[in-house]
C-alpha cells in the first residue's frame, strides 16, 4: 500500500512540521525546510554578501562610500526622531483616550 503524504497543502505542511518541533521529532523534511527558509532570507544573504565582501579586501567607489557614510551618519538621529514621534503619537492616543471617556465615566459614577 503507497504512503500518503501527511499533509496537502503549504499551510497544512507548515502546522505539521511546527506540531512535529513541539513533539521533539526530528525529520529531514522539517530540516530541510529550514535550511531552505534560512539560505533564502535575504537578511541572511545580505549579511554573506557584506561578509564576503569584507574579506575580499576590495573597496567601494568613492561616490557610493561617501554616500552610505552620510546615510550611516544619519541613522542614529533619524532612528531618535522615529522613537519619539511613536512614543508622542502613544501619549496623543492615551491622552484623547483618558479625555473622551472621563466625562462619560463621571457621569456613571453620578447616576450609580
Do not use: H
Not at 27 to 32: R, T
Not at 43 to 56: K, Y
Not at 62 to 80: F, G, K, N, Y
Amino acid at each position: 500500500m503507497a504512503r500518503r503524504s501527511r499533509c496537502s497543502r503549504s499551510v497544512a505542511c507548515s502546522q505539521t512540521t511546527y506540531s512535529s518541533a513541539r513533539r521533539r521529532e526530528l525529520s529531514w523534511v522539517g530540516i530541510a525546510k529550514i535550511a531552505a527558509g534560512v539560505v533564502t532570507n535575504p537578511i541572511v544573504g545580505a549579511i554573506l554578501a557584506g561578509t564576503e565582501f569584507g574579506f575580499t579586501g576590495a573597496t567601494l567607489p568613492a561616490v557610493i562610500d561617501r554616500t552610505l557614510a552620510l546615510i550611516a551618519q544619519a541613522a542614529v538621529p533619524l532612528s531618535l526622531v522615529a522613537l519619539a514621534g511613536t512614543i508622542a503619537a502613544s501619549l496623543v492616543i492615551s491622552t484623547a483616550l483618558a479625555a473622551a471617556t472621563t466625562p462619560l465615566l463621571v457621569a456613571l459614577m453620578a447616576a450609580g
